[in-house]
């Protein structure tokens, strides 16, 4: 069975570029069929959706954050990555990857635990 964790830089200051890892174990991120995504929860807000890439290494990305966005992999180490430039107090939240079958969310998905995000002024 797959399981992810992410991993985070935790407290960081605005207007740095941070980096999260997906590290993948019991599935290959280059299988053609799943979507490796990266989502996030502002506190007190929904889940939104960021962004993803296939098994193949195509990229997608929300509209509203496609221009602060960048979604990689490493399939060495079993590895995808987000990187979010330019981070203000607004982009604190929980931080999450996922495998989901396409890029609408599914109750089959697998979901990391979470990483906090936190963005000082």
């Known amino acids: 069975q797959v399981q992810l964790q992410e991993s985070g830089p935790g407290l960081v200051k605005s207007s740095q570029t941070i980096t999260l890892t997906c590290t993948v174990s019991g599935g290959s991120i280059t299988t053609y069929y799943y979507y490796w995504s990266w989502i996030r929860q502002p506190p007190g807000k929904g889940l939104e959706w960021m962004g993803a890439i296939s098994g193949t290494g195509s990229t997608y990305y929300s509209p509203s954050l496609k221009s602060r966005t960048s979604i990689s992999r490493d399939t060495t180490l079993n590895q995808f990555t987000l990187q979010l430039s330019s981070v203000t107090p607004e982009d604190t939240g929980v931080y999450y990857c996922?495998?989901?079958?396409?890029?609408?969310?599914?109750?089959?998905?697998?979901w990391g635990q979470g990483t906090q995000v936190t963005v000082s002024s």
């Open positions: 996922a495998r989901r079958s396409s890029l609408r969310e599914s109750p089959d998905d697998s």
